[in-house]
């Protein structure tokens, strides 16, 4: 039988016949969808579209920024305690953006996705918006300048917080940029991590791994053998424990981070997390900074000695004098040092001095890369 030319069976109309059947008919009317109406915007945001949301504010601020500006969202975590807000971070490098140029930008995103901007606190070259989503808080964002590119940056890392709450108020009292690396699952881990953000800290979680000689292991930490499931387990269960926690880098770790299959294995974890990591350096056959960077981690490392492993004030005060001159040669430099009293007493005369050498202190964040 040839084929059809240019005639086509004509549909068939179920509804034709349905219309003879008042029961078919009723079932019909059910089924259709009401003509103009638009389905019923959701109560509230899912975690996921949440950071659907911070991901195009954070990429929004990023492609409008100068070069050398600063960019870092925190997303939410189960150990969050009920936060509902994810956190984004614009500093500005540089007079060429102006605050208000990135907060009409970040102020359209939010309304493309029927956020609402609740209240807004400006300071001198700087901004705090918070948005919501049917009157929850799902977002806030700070905008400020930073000093100009061009001078030396010094970031001081302060590792092992979590037990002792003394040590960590007395970094707070130096009112300066100084990052704190926390164990988790301490007994204080969790408000010194709050605390920290409150006095302008940064947070990050001290990762702990298996060293060689396997000194004072914690009772939870990334050993080599783990699969991969088994160290995406452990890692987002100690982000969830330091909610708080922008980065992470490893506590002891000399036998963990020479294993490239177990460093491959956590990056691509911190990748899905949206954290950035620090080699701290523990040995000279470290893979980790090279996994991060073939990951696409942020990343950076340790580049100037310990500050105290010597735990004698003045050799602290030394070798923060190296710390600052390596900064000035280098452009840049991350210093590692521990609260014991000695590292604290000489921090406390010498970093408010390293403006006066030409070097800016700055947070981690600022230094990765």
Do not use: W
Not at 38 to 66: F, G, S, Y
Request: proline share 6%; glycine share 8%; net charge positive.
């Amino acid at each position: 039988m040839g084929p059809d030319h240019g005639c086509k069976r004509k549909p068939r109309n179920p509804s034709k016949h349905v219309l003879r059947h008042p029961v078919a008919l009723c079932v019909l009317l059910l089924l259709l969808p009401l003509g103009g109406c638009k389905r019923a915007a959701p109560a509230r945001l899912t975690p996921a579209e949440i950071h659907q949301i911070t991901e195009e504010l954070a990429k929004a601020a990023a492609d409008k920024a100068p070069a050398g500006s600063v960019i870092k969202s925190r997303r939410l975590r189960a150990g969050s305690g009920g936060r509902t807000a994810e956190e984004v971070y614009v500093g500005l490098r540089g007079p060429s953006v102006r605050t208000e140029q990135i907060q009409q930008i970040l102020e359209r995103i939010a309304a493309a996705h029927n956020l609402t901007r609740e209240r807004e606190t400006a300071s001198a070259g700087g901004a705090r918006l918070v948005f919501r989503f049917r009157g929850v808080t799902t977002h806030r964002v700070a905008i400020e300048q930073l000093a100009p590119a061009g001078r030396a940056r010094l970031a001081i890392l302060m590792d092992d917080l979590g037990s002792d709450r003394t040590a960590a108020e007395a970094l707070f009292r130096l009112h300066l940029p100084v990052t704190l690396s926390i164990l988790p699952f301490h007994s204080h881990s969790r408000e010194i991590a709050r605390e920290a953000l409150a006095h302008g800290c940064e947070v990050m979680l001290h990762l702990p791994m298996q060293s060689r000689a396997n000194e004072s292991p914690e009772e939870q930490e990334l050993r080599p053998g783990l699969s991969p499931d088994g160290v995406r387990g452990l890692v987002e269960k100690m982000l969830d424990a330091i909610p708080e926690a922008d980065g992470v880098n490893n506590h002891q770790g000399s036998e963990a981070t020479a294993d490239n299959r177990l460093m491959q294995s956590l990056m691509v974890v911190l990748k899905d997390e949206g954290v950035f990591y620090v080699d701290s350096r523990t040995t000279a056959a470290t893979v980790a900074f090279d996994a991060a960077k073939h990951e696409g981690v942020p990343t950076a490392f340790r580049n100037v000695p310990f500050l105290d492993d010597v735990q004698n004030k003045e050799a602290v005060r030394r070798q923060l004098k190296v710390a600052i001159e390596r900064a000035r040669g280098k452009g840049e430099a991350i210093a590692i040092g521990h609260p014991h009293p000695e590292t604290l007493a000489a921090l406390q005369e010498l970093l408010p001095q390293a403006g006066k050498s030409g070097v800016d202190l700055v947070l981690v964040s600022e230094l990765v890369h």
